[in-house]
């Protein structure tokens, strides 16, 4: 069956350091794969999206890669603030209609001051 | 825009009583999504609509129902509620791409959830 793994343990990162969080799937030949933000209590914020034809996408501070060898996205966050402490969530799309998009259970990322 | 609208915000419910969430978006988007997030654990998929007139069934349907007459308007109806139900509900939107792959949905936006309690 299809299965999303993200780091079920909090990632703890000092100020200004580069947090890297690891998202492995397997059983899936995605389209694309997509990376959010949850604050506590809010719904998910889009971040990125990547292509199977990509191999790294940035914006602003944040890089994603998409290895589908490894079948492995890892997502980047440089120069960490205490503002980026969230829970980051990541979705490979496996195609096949609207219901192909499933969520990881997601990364707490915590920036230490 | 307002974007993904949810009403209520929070609901205590008995069991077996019926109520309906609402969603409402106003970004033109032809899918819509309602999911459920139990403390700790992922997104669930319950119900999706790819446009006016058409939903489908999610990973975890059971106990809920839905309809889609308008674009904009995607409700979520449960019947008998039951304390497995108590969860946190986001209902989400999002356009779609032509792709190599066919019509793929893309960037979905959500709303600010409702937490629903049965007691």
């Known amino acids: 069956s299809q299965k999303i793994e993200q780091n079920s343990e909090a990632l703890n990162i000092q100020e200004g350091k580069t947090a890297t969080l690891t998202c492995n799937y397997t059983n899936y030949s995605p389209a694309y794969l997509q990376w959010y933000r949850q604050d506590p209590g809010r719904g998910p914020v889009f971040l990125l999206l990547i292509r199977e034809n990509e191999k790294e996408k940035r914006k602003e501070r944040l890089k994603v890669t998409f290895d589908t060898t490894l079948k492995q996205s890892l997502f980047h966050i440089t120069a960490s603030q205490p503002a980026d402490s969230a829970t980051y969530l990541c979705a490979p799309y496996s195609g096949g209609g609207a219901d192909g998009l499933t969520f990881g259970k997601g990364t707490h990322l915590i920036i230490q001051p | 825009n307002a974007g993904v609208t949810q009403t209520p915000k929070f609901r205590i419910l008995k069991i077996g009583q019926s109520m309906t969430l609402q969603c409402a978006q106003d970004?033109?988007?032809?899918?819509m999504y309602w999911y459920r997030q139990d403390p700790g654990m992922g997104l669930k998929l319950i119900y999706y609509?790819?446009?006016?007139?058409?939903?489908d069934k999610g990973e975890v349907p059971n106990g809920y129902n839905v309809s889609r007459s308008t674009t904009e308007d995607f409700p979520l109806r449960l019947e008998l509620a039951a304390p497995s139900q108590t969860s946190v509900y986001f209902c989400?939107?999002?356009?779609?791409?032509?792709?190599?792959?066919?019509?793929?949905?893309?960037?979905?936006?959500f709303g600010p959830g409702t937490r629903l309690t049965v007691t």
């Open positions: 609509s790819v446009g006016a007139g058409i939903t």
């Open positions: 970004m033109n988007h032809n899918y």
């Open positions: 989400a939107s999002s356009y779609s791409r032509v792709g190599r792959r066919g019509s793929l949905p893309y960037e979905q936006y």
